[in-house]
């Protein structure tokens, strides 16, 4: 199911509009966290996506392993 309600990146405020921020034309975004799940299947690629944009600070051996980690369980 589709969440309504949006918030605007630029000004916090929320609408329930789907194109752009009514007050200031800025872009929107659901504010509302995706259903956790204890068999998440994208969990990897959101951590991998967060080290390669820098968001998260982690030793080269350690992301070496996340990564071929993730290449090992696609041939398994």
Known sequence: MD????????????????????YCGGELEVPHPPKYSPDDKYGRYRLIMKVMSGKIKLSPDVINAIISGSSQSKTQ
């Open 3 to 22: 969440s309504i309600l949006r918030r605007c990146k630029n000004c916090g405020r929320y609408t329930l509009r789907k194109d752009k921020c009514p």
